[in-house]
């Protein structure tokens, strides 16, 4: 009789072990796919706090103030000396970023702003320190502008 017992109560632990397992798993694929469909940014974007701020509410209370007007010839200068090298279309390297293709995937300039920022692998990420935000606004001019 307490052999039975000792069985049943090891396959309840089991058991939960299994559910823990199972839930841990589910909630990995949901947030992977949460991530991948752009509704929060991976870990590493929150760790420099590029969406949330140091409070964890919203780092764009204020657009950075740029000293011009978004200009796409400027920013096809920054697309050829920081992007051209992986996102032309012979280095095969990342998407070339264009048209309908950009323009479904990043329908906000803030989504593509976010990316730049942040990175995602293997591409770099770009602080302020080494693209400014005037030469970011001018990039996502430049690529915006491309059809």
Known sequence: MA??????????????AMIRIVTLGIAIVI????????????????????????????????????????NAARGETVFLSK??????????????????????????DEMLADLVRSGRHPMPLFTPATLSDQALADLISYMRSKQ
């Open 3 to 16: 052999r039975q017992a000792g069985y049943c109560a090891t396959d309840a632990r089991r058991k939960r």
């Open 31 to 70: 947030v992977g796919a949460i991530i991948t469909l752009g509704v929060i940014p991976p870990v590493r974007t929150l760790m420099l706090g590029g969406v949330y701020g140091p409070g964890g509410g919203p780092a764009r209370a204020t657009a950075p103030a740029l000293l011009q007007p978004p």
């Open 83 to 108: 992007c051209f090298g992986c996102h032309a279309p012979e280095a095969r390297q990342a998407p070339e970023l264009k048209g309908a293709t950009l323009q479904a995937q990043y329908p906000r």
